[in-house]
């Protein structure tokens, strides 16, 4: 290795190494006086040695950019002989063998905090975040989600800079501190938490009041706090709030705890929102909306992150994780809860599929490039970059397999059983499967597989019909590719879910099964062979497996075309209809593809053609799925099924001619689709009108293919919501149109000032799939509304064009990765939580035709080899090249 190189690499941190801390920390009282440049933080914690500790054993607490002003010991000050504090550690070399209280006091400057962890500043106000180590930017603390403390805060700022002092927990006093310009508010939280989930906000804000009345009838005060002026736009947010309160009581029986729950939203914020107990803390892209602002899909993620963060309150708060490897034991588990939440509220089938959008575009190219990882990682450099589409949505799917495994009711004991035993617990994995294992007598441990083992498992699949005997077979094979420090895998129990679709449509029955585990209509997968032979089978069916994508497998079995044509009218399971036309959109775009390469046009099969149009006239069908079944697979999509040697520009090219292939079959069905869903009623988010809002834009968008691009200009004008005329928006400068320089004129000129709305407007010019854009992308680096420093305009920008340009950033000049890469290095001195992210874009760069990957390498080297790159970079581009 380099020498350079070798200065950015650390040691890991590992899941084997785990030590409780030698002291507990029971109680902090915080003293917090809020000021831009100079904060002083005065932390009072009552500490005792946990049993076993030796006398004398040496206190360690984290700390990160702090200066220490003091450090006493039950009142008495400590000597410098007693101490040694740097800005990243405080040991007290000696501290008394029973309970002690230690005060600690230290600066920290707010405005000068860029990386938005600890205290930061956001508009003219202060806010927090704490997860995963920000706390050690406020005090010296053991910043470790192990050690659980009860908070009481107190908060003291000028009235006019913060008239709202906010911390976890119950108001319990406040009031002005006589003869000055000051007041203060004091908070006190009775649960014991890690300091991850605390949380401070002090400004200015207009504030959105409103109650719930819990099931056991107790009233809680919900507020949520907004920038002035944005007053109107936090209504849905509200609603969300109380829908996914009452969800968790029905659901999962978990009521509120405390008297008041609050939101604030920040227009600076690393991440999308952050639980912290009482007192969430939103990136305000997930709580501001009003029709002419916010597209449905804003909508509908507001309403799932309110419910995510909502439902943290159990899993994560009141049951948080031991340490970080146990990540995914909150994330996952709190993910499937809000999807499940969502698919109560709006369609099951819909959300399903956009879940598995989602797992497939994000998760699956993790899982298969050098960034995998197993869904609860043994090492990590640095934690932040584990906040993974891995740990996030493949944690979701394994708890998701459980229920599948357990069924509905066992699942809920399970739950039950977790909540009940580990109510104020910090767990772990384990702690969590064995509620599953006891509330069902069944062995799980081949099922931890699922979170130690990293990389996609496949299953390949044959069938066989014996017409006299009445026997049908399948062979199932399963495998799962290599994965960084992981050459060989064992198998998995993988849940496939199932049908025998019979010539009418209609599953075929049978009179016995064996070869595998069968539980109702699931297939339970174990060995790394099963023949499964079904008796009794009238007719030669067509199978439809892994039914609501039942496992996060890739499923190789060799269907018809007709097969799958079939499948696509005629399967009862509505995710096996959608995932029927896009494996046979994916076999065709694959096809396309290699034509480009080889230099001929593309030839695309009418039948294929004809089916789309048919769907998207099929009134039985409910728009939202219609819209979902011709959304073609992504360029990404079809990158991640190509594999290797992959070349963007012929992916597109294929893609485009499919598409055109479509618009022109289908123009006269499109036409139809455009103009009888024009509606006259007023806007509504909810998810019928949404739907029929995506199908009718998807019938604009193919007939923009089709080459009637009138309709478009037409669409952006008489828009009057911001789903459809963003739509509008994306085609006129996606497709390059006359129009878009007119267009993107007005449509800044309306919205001049709306940050959220203004990143639409970067994003929709970032992701054109234009020779020209890289060269607008670095021009609008220079626009007076775009940012460094603010995540949401970086990402809406630079990250838009890295993760949602696939022509553009995978130019053949390499100009692309280079653009990228000199945007990672000057981040990264300001945000390297974001810079990090930013270069996780290049994560598939092995999978590149050789003279893009050797472009990609280079930039990656070229990151890697900066002196006093960030830990979070550093990590990312080691492993990227590891
Ligand atoms: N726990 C949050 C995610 C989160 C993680 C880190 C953050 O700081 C940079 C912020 C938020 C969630 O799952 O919503
Ligand atoms: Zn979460």
Not at 53 to 63: K, N, Q, R, S
Not at 861 to 877: F, H, Q, Y
């Amino acid at each position: 290795m380099e020498a350079s190189a070798q200065t950015n690499r650390t040691d890991p941190v590992r899941l084997k190494d785990y030590r409780p801390t030698p002291y507990a920390i029971r109680t902090i009282d915080l003293d917090v006086r809020l000021d831009p440049e100079n904060t002083t933080v005065t932390a009072r914690s009552r500490i005792e040695p946990r049993e076993g500790t030796a006398p004398g054993t040496p206190l360690v607490l984290d700390g990160d950019e702090l200066i220490l002003t003091s450090v006493a010991i039950d009142g008495r000050a400590l000597g410098t002989a007693d101490y040694e504090a740097t800005d990243k550690r405080l040991e007290i070399f000696a501290p008394p063998a029973g309970a002690f209280t230690l005060e600690v006091g230290t600066r920290i400057a707010p405005a000068k905090n860029t990386k938005l962890m600890g205290l930061y500043r956001t508009a003219s106000n202060y806010c927090t975040q704490c997860e995963a180590e920000g706390f050690r930017r406020i005090t010296y603390f053991y910043d470790r989600p192990d050690v659980l403390a009860v908070y009481t805060t107190r908060i003291e700022a000028r009235k006019a800079e913060a008239p709202y002092l906010l911390s976890n927990g119950n108001l319990i006093e406040r009031g002005d501190i006589a003869g000055t310009d000051r007041h203060f508010a004091v908070w006190h939280d009775p649960f014991p938490k890690p300091a991850y989930l605390f949380a401070l906000v002090g400004g200015d804000f207009a504030r959105i009041s409103d109650t719930f009345r819990t099931m056991s009838g107790r009233d809680v005060t919900l507020e949520i706090y907004v920038e002035h002026g944005r007053e109107d736009r936090g209504a849905y947010a509200m609603d969300s709030l109380k829908r996914s309160m009452k969800w968790d009581e029905e659901a999962f029986g978990r009521e509120y705890d405390l008297d008041i729950f609050m939101i604030v939203a920040v227009s600076d914020f690393n991440m999308g929102a952050m639980e912290n107990k009482g007192l969430n803390v939103f990136n305000d892209k997930y709580v501001l909306a009003k029709p002419d602002t916010a597209t449905d899909q804003d909508y509908a993620n507001i309403e799932g992150v309110i419910a995510h963060e909502y439902f943290h309150n159990w899993t994560g708060n009141r049951i948080t994780c031991r340490d970080w490897f146990q990540l995914c034991l909150k994330e996952g588990l709190t993910v499937f809860r809000d999807q499940e939440f969502s698919s109560d509220q709006r369609s099951r089938p819909v959300k399903r599929i956009s879940d598995v959008r989602l797992l497939k575009s994000h998760q699956f190219p993790e899982d298969a490039g050098p960034l995998a990882h197993p869904v609860r990682p043994e090492t990590y450099h640095e934690i932040n970059n584990f906040y993974t589409a891995t740990v996030y949505e493949k944690g979701s799917e394994v708890v998701r397999m459980l229920k599948t495994l357990l069924g509905a009711e066992t699942f809920r004991a399970g739950m039950d059983l977790y909540f009940a035993r580990h109510d104020g617990d910090a767990a772990t994995i384990e702690d969590f499967v064995a509620c599953f294992a006891e509330a069902s007598g069944r062995d799980l441990s081949q099922f931890m597989l699922w979170y130690k083992q990293s990389g996609t498992p496949e299953l390949r699949v044959a069938q066989g019909y014996d017409a006299s005997a009445k026997r049908y077979t399948l062979t199932i094979e399963q495998s799962c590719p290599p994965t960084p420090g992981q050459p060989t895998k064992l198998p998995m129990t993988i849940p496939v879910r199932f049908g025998l679709v019979g010539p009418n449509g209609a599953d075929l029955a049978f009179e016995a099964v064996s070869g595998a585990e069968v539980a109702g209509d699931v297939i339970v997968v174990t060995e790394p062979k099963h023949e499964v032979v079904f008796e009794g089978v009238s007719a030669p069916p067509v199978p439809s497996l892994l039914r609501g994508f039942s496992a996060p497998v890739r499923l190789a079995l060799e269907l018809s075309a007709e097969a799958s044509l079939f499948l696509l009218a005629s399967d009862n399971d509505p995710f096996n209809r959608w995932q029927a036309a896009q494996t046979l959109a994916t076999t065709a775009l694959i096809e396309a593809t290699r034509a480009v390469r080889a230099g001929a046009v593309p030839s695309i099969d009418p039948k294929l053609v004809d089916a789309f149009a048919r769907v998207a006239v099929d009134d039985k069908v409910d728009p939202a799925f219609r819209a979902l079944t011709l959304a073609l697979p992504a360029e990404a999509d079809i990158a991640r099924e190509i594999g290797s040697d992959v070349d963007p520009d012929a992916i597109f090219a294929g893609r485009d001619a499919l598409k055109k292939a479509i618009a022109t079959g289908g123009r006269t069905a499109f036409r139809h689709l455009y103009e009888s869903l024009a509606s006259a009623e007023a806007y509504s988010p909810d998810a019928a009108s949404a739907g029929r809002r995506a199908l009718r834009n998807s019938a604009l968008d193919y007939l923009a293919h089709a080459g009637e691009t009138d309709s478009v200009m037409e669409r952006y004008r008489t828009a009057d919501n911001m789903t459809d005329r963003l739509a509008a928006l994306g085609l006129v400068v996606g497709l390059g149109l006359p129009e878009a320089e007119a267009a993107l004129i007005d449509f800044y000129s309306r919205f001049d000032g709306d940050g959220l709305v203004i990143d639409k407007w970067f994003t929709v010019q970032a992701t054109a799939p234009l020779a020209a854009t890289l060269d607008r992308v670095r021009a609008l680096t220079e626009h007076p509304a775009f940012s460094l420093t603010n995540p949401n305009r970086f990402r809406s920008l630079v990250t838009a064009f890295a993760t949602g340009n696939q022509t553009q950033f995978n130019r053949p000049d390499g100009a692309g990765y280079a653009f990228v890469a000199d945007h990672v290095l000057t981040l990264d001195e300001i945000n390297p939580q974001v810079a990090a992210r930013l270069l996780s874009a290049f994560r598939s760069w092995r999978a590149l035709e050789p003279r893009r990957r050797a472009y990609a390498e280079a930039e990656l080297k070229r990151v890697l080899d900066k002196p006093g790159l960030s830990r979070d970079v550093a990590d990312i581009a080691n492993r990227s090249l590891g």
